[in-house]
């Protein structure tokens, strides 16, 4: 698998990523372990969880099967912290206390002594974002953490946060973002990723298949199998079921169709090689899942269908974006 730069770092990654928000929950441990091994035999390096996933199972399940299957060194692990995880002052949120107490939660779940990627979660309206930015100092300077970055927040939130950290030459630059990004949500492109590309970060893309909408098994029914059946995750799935959805899902079945391959390996291609993004996160239900999204790493999409899928999934710019 072809690795990348993340960002204006030397951090090297897989232009595909591994995700792991429903290991523990729609995912054993049998399945989890098939899905990273099949993950790490394609030349995957990039996994990314977060302490939140079911209560930390979810690191905690990785920090087994990176003990068992798979060398540490061989992986670059990513988590998150500042989500709400329990009650008390240290169970959320991105204060020092808070997310300094994550860290070292994380570390003990996941078996290591650090983190090569760890991410902000959430902007904390809350806590002054020097003493956000300050905590992904310490863990830097401390040895548990390597590189730092943050998810989910605004443009004019990951601008502010890039450039605090970039114009104090002592503190540690931020060097990703993670956010959701797909042929169905492309509202990140008004404001996140020019603000991205400005401060050097690289995106990594959740849901790049439109939570599982763009595979196109949800065109006429909710197959009773998939996510969507789920009550804990119909919700999730429900949000991008759309009008709009529904031919943009239309468009990728024929380009499919004319290029011989599934409308979800067309839809990996097209985000994974959006200008900005280091690696689409893929969060696969089955290790079958997970070995046809695998199959995009040799998908290179002709222009003209590029530019068709470009065309029926714009996002609406208006001022000052288009000015």
């Known amino acids: 698998m072809e690795q990348r730069q993340l960002g204006r770092s030397g951090l090297?990654?897989?232009?595909?990523?591994?995700?792991?928000?429903?290991w523990g929950l729609d995912v054993d441990a049998d399945e989890a372990a098939d899905q990273l091994t099949t993950f790490h035999a394609a030349g995957?390096?990039?996994i990314d969880t977060a302490d939140v996933y079911q209560d930390g199972h979810a690191e905690e399940l990785l920090g087994a099967l990176l003990t068992h299957h798979i060398p540490r060194d061989e992986i670059i692990l990513a988590t998150k912290a500042a989500a709400r995880r329990k009650p008390g002052p240290f169970g959320g949120g991105a204060s020092r206390g808070s997310l300094l107490s994550a860290l070292d939660d994380s570390l003990r779940r996941l078996g290591t002594d650090h983190i090569d990627l760890w991410q902000v979660q959430a902007w904390d309206p809350a806590v002054p974002l020097d003493e956000t930015l300050a905590?992904?100092?310490?863990?830097?300077a401390t040895g548990r953490v390597r590189y730092t970055g943050i998810a989910n927040y605004t443009g004019w939130q990951t601008a502010t946060a890039a450039a605090h950290q970039h114009h104090h030459p002592l503190r540690t630059p931020l060097i990703s973002t993670q956010v959701e990004y797909s042929l169905l949500e492309r509202g990140t492109e008004r404001e996140v990723i020019p603000a991205a590309a400005h401060h050097g970060l690289g995106i990594l893309a959740w849901a790049p298949l439109g939570r599982g909408v763009l595979t196109g098994k949800y065109r006429n029914a909710t197959p009773p199998d998939s996510r969507g059946a789920t009550t804990h995750l119909s919700g999730y799935v429900?949000?991008?079921r759309t009008e709009r959805a529904a031919r943009i899902v239309q468009a990728l079945?024929?380009?499919?169709e004319g290029l011989n391959t599934s409308p979800a390996q067309v839809a990996l291609a097209w985000i994974r090689d959006r200008p900005g993004v280091t690696a689409p996160?893929?969060?696969a239900r089955t290790t079958t899942q997970l070995k046809t999204a695998l199959t995009a790493e040799d998908l290179t999409l002709p222009p003209a269908?590029?530019?068709?899928?470009d065309d029926i999934s714009a996002p609406q710019l208006g001022y000052p974006e288009n000015h």
Request: avoid cysteine; charged fraction near 15%; aromatic fraction near 0%.
């Open 253 to 256: 079945l024929t380009a499919a």
């Open 305 to 309: 269908i590029r530019a068709a899928l």
């Open 238 to 240: 429900e949000h991008h």
């Open 135 to 140: 905590a992904l100092d310490t863990a830097v």
């Open 281 to 283: 996160v893929l969060g």
């Open 44 to 46: 995957g390096t990039l």
């Open 12 to 22: 090297r990654v897989s232009r595909l990523a591994l995700g792991t928000m429903t």
